[in-house]
């Protein structure tokens, strides 16, 4: 590829909420596999390949928004509650066709810190994300309190050393989105130091 190709992949790559997503549409299986596919060349030392997916589709969306507002219930103190939450996480079932909750599992030996095992997790969501527009896939990588919580780890059967890392929470785009025009906050040249 050239660099302009790559270049242009990279900038136009955004994510897509449900309020642009379509009601009750659905991606086809095979175009999750081919997601899922490209996570599996993301660079990882000592090949420990420590990306691990749990995918929910079709009635088991359904299931895990329901387990999304119990594990909110549950952990969130009373003075912090907000039942509109609960009421967004529910209707959110009607915009998603597929959840992929993204986890990295340890290496057994720990040959390598841990961080670097989530940095190559990382790497394969970044995999996947960039090819979602070429699929007519909307999506995003979504994280925060519940992914990170016991209960979650619990609901996933996750090893002690694993962690669950946030949920791609993918739709079908609605027709005519605007394109987003991407531009960083501040010019790299600004976040260099060159020695």
């Known amino acids: ?3 302009t190709e790559i270049s242009n992949l990279v900038k136009t790559r955004f994510s897509w909420y449900p309020a642009q997503m379509k009601s009750n549409a659905k991606i086809p299986d095979e175009s999750i596999w081919k997601l899922l596919e490209l996570a599996n060349y993301a660079p990882n030392h000592k090949r420990t390949e420590p990306w691990r997916f749990v995918v929910f589709s079709q009635e088991k969306v359904k ?3 329901t387990e999304l507002a119990s594990i909110y219930t549950t952990i969130t103190p009373k003075d912090d509650f907000d039942q509109a939450k ?3 996480l529910q209707q959110r079932v009607e915009k998603i066709s597929h959840v992929i909750v993204i986890v990295m599992r340890r290496d057994e030996k720990e040959r390598v810190p841990i961080q670097e095992e989530e940095y ?3 790497c394969a969501v970044q995999n996947m994300l960039l090819a979602t527009n ?3 896939i909307a999506g995003y990588w979504g994280t925060g309190k519940l992914a990170y919580s016991k209960e979650m780890k619990d609901y996933l ?5 694993d962690k669950c890392m946030g949920f791609l929470q993918l739709g ?4 005519n989105l605007p394109k987003l025009e991407k531009k ?3 010019p790299i040249e600004d976040k260099v130091d060159w020695r």
Not at 157 to 161: D, K, R, T
Not at 172 to 175: D, F, G, Q, S
């Open 86 to 88: 609960v009421k967004k």
């Open 157 to 161: 059967n996750l090893n002690e050393q």
């Open 134 to 136: 070429s699929l007519d």
């Open 120 to 122: 190559a997790v990382s």
């Open 63 to 65: 299931e895990f928004y």
């Open 1 to 3: 590829m050239k660099y």
């Open 172 to 175: 079908v785009p609605i027709e």
């Open 184 to 186: 960083p906050m501040s």
